[in-house]
């Protein structure tokens, strides 16, 4: 039941181990055990089938007994199935095994690190071209006419401003975290014997790997082949417009970049990054991700089925700036 999310509260899913048994007339306690027994085996039997392959009752009891115990679980896939059982293939279509298991009040749910960051950036884009909106009847009027409103404007701004900036942010993380979910996914399934110690050290190592290596030669390292020439262009592409913003979030300072990473004024490029920054950089990152996923096709168990609800995002609010209302506006 706790599964399927039919429980409102802790209290009643832990309620036979807090029931006072042992007051029970034996008659009625035989009763209730006969009952229960009857009715959960075969419902339990049912469930197990239906989204289990080989799930015991041993295995059934050790999975309540870490619920129990945390009230809730959270578990990486790989370890679960690993602990407990695997699910059956049905169940898991499009979730892989890097997702985790999840178990609480909401019943049985998987989360998938990709599929989080692309509904980040999907509501940022929405939320950018929503504040966009909210600044359309002022568009028409002289800024001057409008001191009155200035904390509206300012307050619409300000929201844009935020989810701009946030979704910069969910851009470069999602296509990072393909990239590693891909190198994590790779070496589970083939293991690095076949690598050379280079390219192991670069799959291994995904936080001192720089995204550039990631998208270059990572396809090569999974496929044996490299990008195409056009794929490669996407890829300087989007860190060339993208790394810069990102870097000037992450790393906001007075100081200018260092020459060998561009020189460029940092705080600048914090006080640029609006709505259109932030579409251009969601379709940048959404093309990368379709070309590498086409180029590694089914060499690797991970999908993109979280992609189709981003691109419908970008098609639905197509974000464009009046040049009056750009940089140097009210804020």
Known sequence: RLMLGEFSDWAAFLAPDTDDYASMPRKQLKGLQEDARRRLDREL?????????????????????????????????????????????????????????????????FWVPEAELAADLSLAIKDADLAMRALDPHYESEHAAQKEKRGEIREHLRRRFYASRSGVLSAFNLVECYMNSLAWEFLRLR????????QRKSLEDVSGTKLRDKLLKYPRFITGAELDPESRAAVEGLLDVLKPFRDSLVHPSPFDAPEKFGGYDKLRNLYRIDADTLY?????????????QAHVGETILVGTPWLPELLDALKRHQISIPPEWGYGRTR
């Not at 890097?98 to 909401?106: F, G, N, P």
């Not at 293991?191 to 280079?198: E, I, P």
């Open 191 to 198: 293991g690095a014997d076949a690598l050379s110690n280079r």
């Open 280 to 292: 251009l950089v969601a379709h940048l990152a959404a093309d990368i991700i379709t070309r590498v």
């Open 45 to 109: 039997r049912m469930y197990c089938d239906r989204n289990f392959d080989g799930m015991t009752v041993e295995a059934l009891e050790r999975l309540f007994g870490v619920i129990q115990g945390n009230r809730g679980l959270e578990m990486p896939r790989s370890a679960f199935e690993s602990k407990f059982a695997r699910f059956r293939p049905p169940v898991v279509r499009g979730v892989p095994m890097h997702a985790t298991v999840v178990i609480s009040l909401w019943g049985l749910k």
